[in-house]
């Protein structure tokens, strides 16, 4: 079994999740008492939200980078950055490890594939949706047309994950609005959604959605034990 380094901690609510679905992987593919052998650094999140409002990548991309190296020295042969947005900074970690990063937007289009899904909504803090690192990748590698929100539910998308979702809060009102917002995206020809922030399966599961849900979590997790036990 290989190591699994994850940067955690953005936030400690999916990094719990990911710790959970890792092992359960772990112990449903080896049986008995089997475990995931892992390796956790998790950030300060009210730090890392503080400075991409500000705009400082390059000083969150230097700090990834960083912690991904002395996960990388501690032993660890794969990384899994347990958060969708701070991907940003994989080419930063990149030149500054060996082993592989494993990036969870060719999971997630791996996953709209598996689907047989060609139109898509991707959900996630409002810098997932509006930058371009993680479309490219939907666009470019899987020919995946790629749906998002109006601005004004951009906004609501983004506030209810920093807002609730991080803090652990999971508020009804917040679900019939993302539901909604699916809703609409459903009437413009998406076949499903992608869950692109690891919070947001707190709120919104397969069972709440009429199209293809993408929990990138949960893919993400199962992925990452995949390449541990190959």
Not at 49 to 56: A, I, L, V, Y
Not at 203 to 224: G, R
Request: contains cysteine; glycine residues 6%; negative net charge.
């Amino acid at each position: 079994m290989k190591k699994i380094g994850l940067i955690g901690g953005i936030t400690w609510q999916s990094t719990q999740l990911y710790y959970q679905l890792l092992n359960t992987k772990v112990a449903e593919t080896l049986g008995g008492s089997s475990s995931c052998e892992c390796l956790i650094e998790s950030v300060n999140f009210a730090e890392i939200s503080e400075k991409q409002g500000k705009g400082d990548w390059d000083s969150l991309h230097e700090k990834m980078a960083d912690i991904a190296l002395r996960l990388q020295n501690a032993g660890a042969e794969v990384i899994l950055i347990c958060a969708n947005t701070m991907h940003l900074s994989v080419p930063a970690i990149e030149e500054k490890i060996d082993v592989p990063v494993l990036h969870i937007a060719e999971v997630a289009g791996e996953a709209v594939k598996a689907k047989g899904c060609q139109k898509i909504l991707l959900l996630g803090t409002k810098y997932t949706m509006e930058l371009d690192f993680y479309k490219d990748i939907l666009k470019n590698q899987f020919q995946i047309e790629v749906l998002i929100p109006s601005k004004e539910d951009r906004e609501v998308v983004h506030d209810v994950i920093y807002h609730e979702l991080s803090k652990g809060i999971i508020n009804e009102e917040s679900k019939n609005k993302y539901l909604d917002i699916i809703s609409k995206a459903e009437k413009e020809g998406a076949q499903g959604v992608i869950l692109g922030c690891t919070e947001i399966p707190l709120l919104i599961q397969q069972k709440d959605c009429s199209i293809a849900v993408i929990d990138t979590t949960k893919e993400h997790a199962y992925a990452a034990v995949k390449f541990a036990l190959a």
